[in-house]
């Protein structure tokens, strides 16, 4: 008797426990919304002014150089400070600015770091190649170019947005 | 590849390419290093995660081994070896790195590549003055980490 009888009364708390549960979650459902709106907006301003000042043009030479740059993401619930890379260059009045992650599985590129493939990006984790402007090269890895930033310049510096696939 | 559910499916898929384990190990300590222990974790793990970004494709950067830092050091490398062995049956490198000096004493016994970093305290630095101390010494890495792969392949 006196099991059945426990056994009752932790049957009737479970209920309340799934109620109050189920409640939770509908609390959090309808709030989920207005936080939504509420910081929204914030979000749009982030991304409407996403261009990163990264390098001065006048530093800018024919060979690719390497360029870091950081700015604050927001995640779920953090801020964190994201470091990129860029490798840039200018090709007459046109600047280059290509990622360095490369599009095997994304480790990051060098320029000219293999002696037996000059003026190339090796990638150093499975050998992958790309050539200046990012093109894959046939027979490694890789099976699609570097990605490419957009890029900005005002003032004499170059901000880069994000990095977009060449094809 | 991060330990985290939008990278462990790139491993499952990529595991002829993504051979390599990167495990910090990190003591505990309650006591006075406690302050220490923290240093430590805050550095390994600055240092750790630049080198998945670096190396994203082939390695993966596994949760910390920790211990107890009053623990024997030989114990913990008893265990850390069951960790590796389970390891190496899916990879084909382990790669350690610490900065707890305990460690050079059972260095000898140690098959895998064991890094050991002098502490940098990242603490009170400017996070662009922290950013270039960390790039110099990933630079001391990275040549380390790709003889390993250069010599066994
Ligand atoms: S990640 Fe670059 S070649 Fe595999």
Redesign the pocket.
Known sequence: MVSEKNHNVSRRQFLTYTLTGVGGFMAAGMILPMARFAIDPVLKAGAAGDMNAVAEVADLTEEPQRFDFSYEQQDAWYTSEVTETAWIYQEGDDIVALSPT??????T?NWDANEDHPNQFF???????FEKDGTNIEG???TEPLHKYQVEVQDGTVYLGKAEPQI | MKWTTEDIPFFINERE?IDTALIPLLPIDFGNGIRQSAAMSEFITVITAELERQ????VLLVPPFTYLDSENITVCRDNLEQWTNKMKEEMKHVILITADPSWKKVEADIEDLLVWMPLVPLENMESEYKRQVVSEQIKQLIPLIMDKWKSSP
């Open positions: 490369c599009t095997h599985l994304g480790c590129v990638c150093p984790c499975h050998g992958g190649r490694t890895p890789p | 390419y190396f994203k494709g082939r």
